[in-house]
């Protein structure tokens, strides 16, 4: 009964492949987002998506797109890898019923990438 | 911008006894919201308390409790009868209630003698 999850939990990969990283929650809740976690443990917002809808899109490289089929699935995918990329990412929801959401953001368990 | 700062990086504390974690930060926004989140070793970012800015009352979780000074800026974590399970990596984090946006701090991390 995972509240966040996420998949795969570890992903290894060449310079300049395609992955996607899955996420899905089953709170029940509108707000959903994508959170880059650096090596040195700094955790930083790169998307938020509010029933479908991209809401918050931070500075991040074309090369990342977020996709959500339903609110209760939000996948990362990231085209062209870089040795940067290498990182953990963290999935997160809200219950956010409307665009701006105030409520306590859970999180997944993070997948670890790392690009050779 | 907001900012979130956790200026040590490392505590240590005995078991049994009291550490009080220290957090400020800069917002420009009357509507925010302030967080403690613990990060284990297993990585899992888990929630440990949550108070908003424009309650008085200090809010508390058990053994884990804040001191907000609004004023300072000022947002500390106080945990009481330290647990081995306790030691982790602490964030801080501020959430802007006008665009959801969620700052973090670095982190610090608190070790925990037996």
């Known amino acids: 009964d995972t509240a966040v999850s996420q998949t795969p939990k570890y992903l290894v990969t060449q310079m300049g492949n395609d992955k996607s990283i899955k996420c899905e929650q089953n709170l029940g809740h509108d707000t959903m987002y994508w959170y880059k976690q650096d090596s040195k443990k700094f955790l930083k917002i790169m998307f938020s998506y509010n029933n479908k809808e991209l809401i918050i899109n931070e500075t991040v490289p074309n090369r990342f797109s977020p996709k959500s089929p339903d609110k209760a699935h939000l996948n990362l995918h990231i085209n062209s890898l870089e040795l940067g990329d290498s990182a953990v990412y963290f999935c997160?929801?809200?219950?956010?019923?409307?665009?701006?959401?105030?409520?306590?953001?859970?999180f997944g368990p993070g997948t670890r990438l790392t690009v050779l | 911008a907001q900012t979130v700062t956790q200026s040590q990086p490392e505590m240590s504390v005995q078991e049994a006894e009291t550490v009080t974690l220290s957090c400020t930060y800069d917002?420009?926004?009357?509507?925010?919201?302030l967080f403690w989140y613990k990060q284990p070793p297993s990585r899992q970012m888990i929630l440990v308390i949550r108070?908003?800015?424009?309650?008085?009352q200090n809010a508390t979780e058990n053994r884990f409790s804040v001191n907000f000074q609004k004023a300072a800026k000022s947002f500390s974590l106080k945990i009481s009868d330290s647990q081995l399970g306790d030691a982790a990596m602490y964030f801080c984090?501020?959430?802007?209630?006008?665009?959801?946006?969620?700052?973090f701090g670095k982190g610090i991390t608190l070790s925990v003698r037996p």
């Open positions: 997160a929801s809200s219950l956010g019923r409307t665009s701006i959401s105030t409520d306590t953001q859970y």
């Open positions: 984090a501020c959430l802007n209630g006008a665009n959801s946006k969620l700052t």
């Open positions: 108070q908003e800015a424009y309650k008085q």
């Open positions: 917002t420009s926004e009357s509507d925010y919201y």
